[in-house]
């Protein structure tokens, strides 16, 4: 759900006022009859149009088209030169021209091509012109009166016609290409990416432009379809802030899938990895204090535990917050003096875990937090111990190593699909059934004008 900033609106604008006021008019020239004096000649040239100003703007939403950008009370200055033949007398100046009460309509048509970008295009202009006043200066001022009206009229179809002409070109070679911007895949990593393309053309209604984007992670190695349907959001009619998106359990749950499935979601653990000031060694002197077995059969050997997902992780979402269970079979293994690996023991272990999403810089950041841990044996190579004789010491494995190795990797985030030049401020999170609703205001970077 999109809601228009102020900063771009302006930004656009600005840009409109620069093209506008580059735009070329053509010389004019003509013939016309007065009655008593006969044909009149003349030439208009070297139009320079200094200025074109746009004081009063605003975007409105139209259902089913897109945008509707009208710009009042607009005004425009333009030198030039005038020369004109009446018989035998001929005369020549410069004048100038005030363009005022300048109203401009544009309509955007939004749309998507078939690499799911969005398209903008203009469906229709007017420009509607009241006021033209036109100073001449020159040597016979009754001359001036004979063809000012032929001028006016002239220059306001002329003018009328050209803004729209620049309009389209403006749109065409300056928004379109910006809005190809959009990212409709992002590389996340050396493992996964995110499809971030439309699904369907943008949506205007008479209170928001929704737009409707795949959200799927998927694996750079090989990319396979996702075994379970994206779900429906249901916006709730919050319009606090200028954007909204909108997060589905999908959209994590794919990254979950995608990550399994590139083979990502195994951790390695030895001694080397556990902090100094825990207290222990991972190493089967410490583990014999609860399986006595292990000091006869591997006496003080260093060990390695590898902790693997069977399936993907599988999260939900609900007003409390972000909710999952994850099963993780962590095999421990004894290094031999060969440096080979001996089969300990196979645990599978449970816990409730819950996340604390945010965003920064433009990127869905997480911190996890690990709930008690619970443990079964699946398979044993020492014979049988009370599993429940290691829940402490698992514990303190995972808070110390796993546990900060994900949230480092969640603290760089994910980014969110936005065009190139766009901030997000004043965040809002919050949770609802099978979606996460990020909400913020939106700056627009200008780019430097040279």
Same mark, same amino acid.
């Given at each position: ?18 093209? @506008?006021?580059?735009?070329? /008019? ?44 009208? #710009? ?9 030169? &005038? ?34 970008? !969005?398209? #903008? ?15 001449? &200066?020159?040597?016979?001022? &009754? ?31 300056? $928004? ?24 369907? !053309? ?28 994206? $779900?429906? @959001? %249901? ?28 083979? %990502? ?43 693997? %997902? ?6 939900? #979402? ?13 095999? %421990? ?72 190795? $994900? ?8 980014? /969110? ?6 901030? $997000? ?10 979606? @996460? ?8 970077? !200008?780019?430097? &004008?040279?």
């Amino acid at each position: 759900c999109f809601s228009s900033s102020p900063a771009a609106h302006q930004q656009g604008i600005a840009i409109l006022e620069k093209e @506008l006021a580059q735009l070329k /008019l053509p010389d004019i020239s003509g013939d016309f009859r007065i009655r008593h004096v006969g044909k009149v000649h003349y030439e208009i040239s070297r139009l320079d149009l200094r200025s074109f100003n746009l004081p009063y703007s605003r975007i409105s939403l139209v259902p089913n088209v897109g945008l509707q950008v009208s #710009i009042s009370n607009a005004f425009a200055e333009v030198d030039g030169n &005038w020369r004109v033949k009446i018989y035998f007398i001929r005369d020549h100046g410069s004048f100038g021209l005030k363009v005022e009460n300048v109203y401009i309509k544009i309509n955007l048509k939004l749309g998507s091509n078939a690499a799911g970008k !969005p398209t #903008i295009d203009t469906s229709d202009c007017s420009t509607r012109i009241s006021k033209v006043r036109v100073y001449f &200066w020159g040597k016979f001022g &009754w001359l001036y009166n004979l063809f000012y009206g032929a001028v006016e009229s002239r220059f306001r179809d002329i003018l009328e016609s050209k803004v729209c002409e620049n309009v389209v070109t403006s749109v065409r070679g300056e $928004l379109q290409p910006y809005l190809q911007t959009l990212p409709v895949t992002a590389r996340i990593d050396d493992k996964a990416g995110i499809d971030y393309s439309l699904v369907a !053309p943008p949506t205007a209604t008479a209170q928001s432009l929704d737009v409707d984007l795949k959200g799927e992670f998927f694996s750079l190695a090989h990319r396979s379809t996702v075994p379970f349907p994206p $779900l429906a @959001l %249901a916006f709730p009619p919050d319009h606090d802030r200028m954007v909204y998106f909108g997060a589905s359990s999908y959209f994590f749950n794919t990254a979950g899938f995608a990550y399994h499935a590139a083979g %990502a979601l195994v951790f390695e653990i030895t001694d080397s990895t556990i902090p100094k000031d825990t207290g222990f060694r991972l190493n089967t002197s410490t583990f014999s204090a609860f399986i006595p077995q292990l000091e006869k059969m591997y006496p003080d050997m260093p060990m390695k535990l590898r902790l693997s %997902a069977p399936s993907a992780p599988f999260l939900n #979402i609900g007003p409390e917050g972000l909710l999952l269970k994850p099963v993780v079979d962590i095999q %421990a293994y004894a290094i031999l003096p060969s440096s080979s690996l001996a089969p300990l023991f196979l645990l599978s272990l449970t816990s409730n875990v819950s996340a604390v999403i945010d965003v920064k810089s433009g990127h869905i950041v997480g911190n996890l937090t690990v709930g008690r841990l619970r443990l079964s044996l699946k398979h044993s190579d020492v014979g049988t111990f009370q599993v429940r004789m290691l829940q402490s010491l698992m514990n303190t494995i995972a808070s110390f190593t796993l546990l900060p190795r $994900l949230n480092e990797r969640l603290a760089e985030g994910f980014p /969110l699909p936005l065009p190139d030049r766009i901030q $997000l401020s004043n965040i809002l999170v919050r949770f609802h059934q099978n979606f @996460l609703l990020l909400g913020a205001d939106v700056r627009y970077q !200008p780019r430097e &004008w040279r």
